[in-house]
């Protein structure tokens, strides 16, 4: 048989958490046609020797929605062994959405995911109106890696309501037109339909997002249109229920009834707070109650601490503070000068110590004043981390000296990490280990200046697997490849089997890490954006042509738009 790459003597963990063998993968025609010795010959053969070939990796919580028309291979997230994305989540898609209204949905998109509206303005060739026409324009788009998309709510009801969509109820008329475009959007082969509820995702001015003003029976009835399809999953950014029993217990009752009831699958991302640390296990047992209800529900976690990048080239927590915006106006090389000067740095550190910590209430993502036991120096990639807390007790300094030094040392271009929840790696491993868990939750492709967390697959890959052993590679493989793939309903994707599709990561397992990451002005009109790339990884192939190659693009686009069981037939 003539393939078009045979993948050589790799280590095949092959996604389902068999264990490992060595043997020859065969790639014609964009699907594995053998796994085995291969004694045939092919047009590409990579010597795997020494790395696992593993499924191509993915990440099911993105907002990839706009980016996808400027970026097609999926950075940051193609890095790190990344093949499939999932895209639309927490409401926000661009779709159903005519050009003429483009600035409300954008609206949406701006504050609560951090994605410049000039970028989008610059980047994007709107050429759709409902979702199918969205559908249609990614599908046309030349892209790197596979993309399915949710439809969200927050477009949805801003296509239906317009303006309204933002401050009223939707009447009876309103919701039967969002339940045809949810119908019309999953017969396109959307992968569900997503809201938000939580204060997190605000407008520019301070206004809730469009979904948030949705009352609870609308989301029943335009989640009821996916169960009576059999087809589309259901994510919510959900309540911020706060810590009453009641008020908790109330939600949680109607998230499970909503599953039962409408038989749509259920899914939700959730953190472990460091103010409630059992607080998350509500949504675990939400999850098996579900399930023992007849529902179905499963739950995203972020297998790493979540946290704010910060530096000088981005976001500070001490951005707003009279002293420091002044001179966080100027040019990079005046901002150094000006922290060199003795009189300057006096007062710029007393304008921290004067302010009070944790008081000001930052919204998503956005830096805030906190403590600075919570601010690690990003001098690694890998846990443990030294804090600024103890750098400065160690070095007899303010903590604020600590950031000022340790940037000047690398001419402002040194990274902080403020974490913001996820903090017990311990309680982060528990999360990973239950059986409804998805190691997800990465929002790649949002908070483009403020968070990083698309490298979670390669920091799986060393720090839980290499470093701390608590995950075999066979387990870790398994949770970033077959369980996304089988509860999003990616068919032929997640395992490495004769006949399924040809997206595989191959990567040396003693080797695998995520680089620091690094600011750069590369998004469409030049808005900054946070990069980190992964080192370890040999190559990704994507429908059986290679897409990167020790971390470089090889210019191939074989990415695919991945509908839904339904548009597929
Ligand atoms: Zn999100």
Redesign the pocket.
């Known amino acids: 048989m003539q393939y078009d790459l045979i993948i050589r003597n790799g280590l095949i963990v092959d996604g389902s958490g068999m264990a490992r063998y060595r043997a020859d993968v065969g790639i014609a025609a964009g699907r594995i046609a053998t796994i085995g010795k291969i004694h045939d010959s092919a047009r590409e053969v990579i010597d795997a020797d020494g790395h696992v070939v593993s499924p191509g990796l993915i990440d099911a919580?993105?907002?990839m929605d706009a980016q996808v028309f400027w970026d097609p291979i999926g950075t940051c997230s193609c890095w790190h062994g990344v093949t499939s994305v999932v895209m639309g989540?927490?409401g926000?898609s661009l779709a159903p959405c005519a050009e003429k209204d483009k600035l409300l949905v954008m609206r949406n998109l701006e504050r609560a995911?951090d994605i410049a509206p000039e970028a989008m303005e610059a980047g994007i060739k709107w050429s759709w109106e409902t979702f199918a026409q969205y559908l249609d324009a990614v599908d046309r788009t030349p892209k790197g890696i596979n993309y399915a998309a949710y439809m969200g709510h927050s477009a949805l009801r801003t296509y239906v309501m317009g303006e309204r969509a933002f401050t009223d109820e939707a009447t009876p008329d309103d919701l039967t037109a969002m339940k045809r475009e949810v119908r019309d959007a999953i017969l396109a082969g959307a992968i569900g339909f997503?809201t938000?509820r939580t204060r997190n995702h605000q407008t520019p001015d301070g206004q809730p997002v469009a979904s948030r003003l949705a009352n609870w029976e609308e989301i029943r009835q335009l989640v009821g249109v996916m169960g009576e399809l059999n087809a589309g999953v259901f994510?919510i950014?959900g309540e911020d229920t706060g810590l009453n029993p009641e008020r908790i217990r109330e939600y949680l009752d109607r998230l499970k009834a909503l599953a039962v009831d409408t038989g749509a699958p259920v899914t939700f991302?959730i953190f472990a707070n460091r103010k409630a640390p059992d607080y998350w296990r509500h949504y675990f047992k939400l999850a098996d109650e579900t399930a023992a209800a007849g529902g179905r529900m499963f739950v995203q976690m972020l297998a790493k601490t979540a946290g704010i990048v910060l530096s000088f080239e981005s976001h500070l927590p001490f951005d707003r503070l009279p002293v420091w915006r002044d001179i966080r106006k100027l040019p990079l090389a005046e901002q150094e000068a000006a922290l060199r000067n003795p009189e300057m740095r006096r007062k710029l550190v007393a304008a921290v110590n004067a302010e009070p910590r944790e008081q000001t209430r930052a919204v998503g993502a956005e830096a805030r004043m906190m403590g600075f036991k919570h601010v690690y120096l990003m001098d690694r990639t890998l846990p443990p981390f030294r804090t600024i807390d103890e750098l400065a007790r160690e070095q007899g300094k303010e903590p604020v000296e600590v950031i000022i030094d340790t940037a000047l040392a690398k001419h402002l271009k040194q990274f902080y990490f403020q974490t913001i929840a996820n903090d017990d790696l311990d309680t982060v491993l528990e999360m990973m280990r239950h059986p409804r868990a998805v190691p997800t939750?990465t929002?790649s492709g949002?908070h483009v200046s403020q968070l990083m967390d698309a490298s979670m697959q390669s920091f799986v890959l060393s720090y839980w697997v290499r470093e701390r052993k608590a995950l075999t590679l066979e387990e870790a493989i398994r949770m970033l490849t077959f369980v996304p793939a089988s509860h999003w309903g990616l068919t032929g994707r997640g395992l490495l089997r004769e006949g399924w599709a040809a997206d595989v990561a191959i990567f040396n397992p003693d080797t695998i890490i995520p680089q620091l990451p690094e600011l750069a002005h590369d998004l469409p009109a030049g808005a900054p954006r946070l990069k980190q790339k992964s080192s370890g990884i040999l190559a990704t192939v994507v429908n059986g042509q290679v897409l990167m190659r020790n971390g470089e693009h090889t210019g191939a686009l074989p990415g695919r738009l991945l509908r839904n069981r339904l548009a597929k037939g």
């Open positions: 919580h993105t907002h989540n927490c926000f995911e997503t938000s994510e950014a991302g939750f929002d949002a």
